[in-house]
């Protein structure tokens, strides 16, 4: 078994690597005119990488969440990015895994500070995203987000009755 190579790097070579000044906790990354852009689940933001060097990716941007907000999703299209923005349950730490999954998770997190709703961005200078929308939901908010272009964007909500 210790001569095993692993399965899931066949055919994958890295090229580069950031530390994305930090936030390492990215959880989806849409690429767009070379450049990356990374939501986070823990670091409540969204990074810009420089990667038209995918040697040397270099972080040009960090958008911050309000307060107990994340931005995990996220999509773009044309020049423009749209993201989930939702509680930070971790972060905030106001739920246990047990809570967030066993009852409604709206309830217990009424009063504890976070924006619910999708925020977007204009790309048209890559390196620099600036918000030009905001779509509040109430409850918990948006979740997956799916953009491919158009008037609609798609969108999981979490409402505040649905457990």
């Not at 994340?70 to 047990?98: C, F, I, Y």
Request: net charge positive.
């Amino acid at each position: 078994m210790a001569d095993m190579k692993p399965v899931a790097s066949k055919g994958i070579k890295f090229v580069g690597h950031s530390d994305m000044n930090g936030h390492g906790d990215g959880v989806q990354v849409m690429v767009h005119r070379g450049y990356a852009y990374v939501g986070h689940g823990y670091s409540n933001g969204i990074t810009t990488l420089d990667v038209r060097d995918p040697k040397n990716p270099k972080v040009v941007d960090f958008i911050a969440c309000a307060q107990g907000t994340r931005a995990l999703h996220l999509q773009t299209h044309g020049d423009l990015l749209l993201a989930v923005n939702a509680p930070s349950v971790w972060t905030m730490q106001v739920l246990s895994e047990k809570d967030y999954f066993g009852g409604s998770p709206a309830d217990r997190l009424k009063g504890a500070g976070y924006t619910s709703g999708i925020r977007v961005y204009d790309i048209s200078k890559p390196e620099k995203p600036r918000e030009i929308g905001f779509m509040p939901v109430d409850g918990i908010g948006p979740h997956r987000i799916w953009y491919v272009g158009g008037r609609y964007a798609y969108a999981s909500i979490h409402f505040a009755d649905v457990t």
